[in-house]
């Protein structure tokens, strides 16, 4: 669980614990007895942490939450042990120092990291806050106000932006060997006192300002995170740090951890976090056939019919993803000039913003390649098709498809509802034919339904799971029936919603409690994004007396 050796007058203490290096219980145990090694050897001068493998390490067992979590060394009384070692401790970070991983490191006398290397505390993503001193260390390293960045939205940030700030103290190129490096730094720092080295002693330096920088994170938290509670005791823990003495901060973290651990939102946070990984995972029930033994089609180009909300938001996803070939189709004038400038404006907030380099930019807006007939569609790898809800002009395009695409092509059609197999029969290779069913917006929604028809074959599903990891969506593989998973649970939703205007609720209000309570958007919001035409065509369908419509459902017992 934790490796020991020592070269020249360094003791290398290694992370063992594939793939992720998570601080299991055996983990913190290993640092531990290798770290009481370490200091009773003569020989050894310094010491140097690493992981073994892809990565340094990712943070506190999320599965041990539960049980073993509590076992002696825990994290928090681990990195009080580290960082109160008489000898010099150097942290070196490859691949991921995060949450408790950065939390070890900040306890270390020195951090080293690769270039490519990222770093984060997260926690707040899993409904908790850092328990292993993050919220009291971090604040005495880079101040209160970058801390509340870091801390209270969990977002990653390169090695480079961590060096800027003062968290990491040398950078290695990218392709350096990270041990190598690590173990001549640790040479170079022996017999160097140790007084500022440790992180707990430091002072705050904008302590003076917390109130004033409080306020301004607590008015940014209550927009960014409506409803969420992690991000707000963060927002307190941090702020003890400024005012209180290291070790009375230390308790007020712990009570917030403890008062945030088990609560329902981190519990669903956490299941989350596995499901999202599960969903990778995928099989068809029944065949055998799943994602470890099925290899996906590669894919190049890429092609996008129809510029509308959706069809703008799926080439803003698959530039991001780095697809180098973006083929857009739209016949209606108007709506091409207007998706293709949405398209670009949305780039130059990126670069605007930082999120994406000019270089990248210039790079995204050469990959988009307007084309005006199906027969330029001839050498594309996978067609996504994104047009009105309208089966017969669904089915239209996908003849022409059908003749003009190569064999190997995936033809893929984000319908929110219609039959992917009906669709699929006006082709001459019904198997190419695949859903593959976006969220509106395109490019901000993370969860992307791919629709396995009964004809679609293992490799064109393959090819849609392996697009949707590709452009970083959550990616589900469904079945085919009438609105997929999305729709079919978003429905009981709306027909709640729409009761209420029934019963005299406005619109907005409905709306007004759903952001407060936590939604990013009210549900008429999202009816006005992705065309409420979409549902009046389905309710049309399907109408009360249909007899589709089964007896319970609530339109026909209202
Ligand atoms: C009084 C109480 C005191 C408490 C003290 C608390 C201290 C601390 O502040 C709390 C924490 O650190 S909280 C933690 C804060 N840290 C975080 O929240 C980081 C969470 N991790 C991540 O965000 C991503 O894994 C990375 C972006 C790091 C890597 O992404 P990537 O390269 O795409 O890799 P991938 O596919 O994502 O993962 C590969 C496999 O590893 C698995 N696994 C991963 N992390 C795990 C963990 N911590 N644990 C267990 N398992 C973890 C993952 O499920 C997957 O398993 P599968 O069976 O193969 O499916």
Redesign the pocket.
Known sequence: MANYSVRNQVAIISLCSP??N??SSDVRRGILDSLKKAEQDVKVAAIVICGEG??FC??????EFKSE??TFP???ELVDILESSPKPIVAAIHG?A????L?VALACHYRVALSSAKLA???V??G?????G?TQRLPRLIGIDSSMQWIAFGD?YSAQIAANIGIIDRIFPSNADILESAVQYAQSIIGKSLINRRVSKLPVKDASKVSHIMEKYKQIVGKKSRGAIAPMVCLEAIKHAALLPYVEGMKKE?MG??AL?GSDQSKSLIYM??AE??V?NWTIPGTGINSKNTKPIKVEKVAVIGLGTMGRGIVLSLLKAGIKHVSVMELNKTARENGLLFIKNILEGYAARGTISETQKRSMVDALKPVSNFEMLKDTDLVIEAVFESMSIKKDIFAKLGQVCKPSAVLATNTSALDVDEIAMVTPKPKQVVGMHFFAPAHVMKLLENVRGSKSSPQVIATAMNMGQRMGKVTVLVGNCHGFVGNRMFRHYTVETDFMLEEGAYPEQVDTVLKKFGFAMGRYQVGDLSGNDIGYRMRTKFEMTNKQQPPGAPERER
């Open positions: 793939p992720v998570a601080l892809r990565t990712v943070g506190a067992d999320i599965t979590f509590k825990n994290l928090f991921h995060f949450g408790g991983g939390e505390l997260p926690e993503k899993l908790i806050l850092p328990g292993a993050g990653e712990r951890i403890e651990m976090f596995f990984r599960q990778r």
